[in-house]
């Protein structure tokens, strides 16, 4: 954390609610969850939608009515539509109480 960020004071209503504290803390964790996740995983292999199989990963990239776009194609985990990264980032950094 920057000095900066350490030296800033509080929102009023984080000071008073301890609620609003807690929740932001959560925020602040599932973020630097999906940042470490997002580091960790492999670059997409960026295919496109007629060259998926049954078991690619539909995790999309870009903008879908750009040229440039395309899905992460990685082996989808089982039960999922996404890879084992992307999966993390989708549903288990946004449930309270999991772990990603």
Known sequence: MSREAEERPRPKAERRNPVIA?????EAQRVSTVSQVIEEAEPPLMLALEDL??????????????S?????????REGS?????????????WQPGRAA
Do not use: T, V
Request: proline letters at 7%; hydrophobic letters at 20%; a positive charge.
């Open 68 to 76: 440039d776009y395309g899905f992460c194609g990685h082996p989808k």
């Open 81 to 93: 539509p996404y890879c084992a990264a992307h999966h993390r980032i989708c549903h288990d950094a």
């Open 53 to 66: 199989e049954r078991n690619s990963c539909r995790y999309i990239y870009g903008d879908p009515k750009r």
């Open 22 to 26: 807690s929740r932001l803390a959560r």
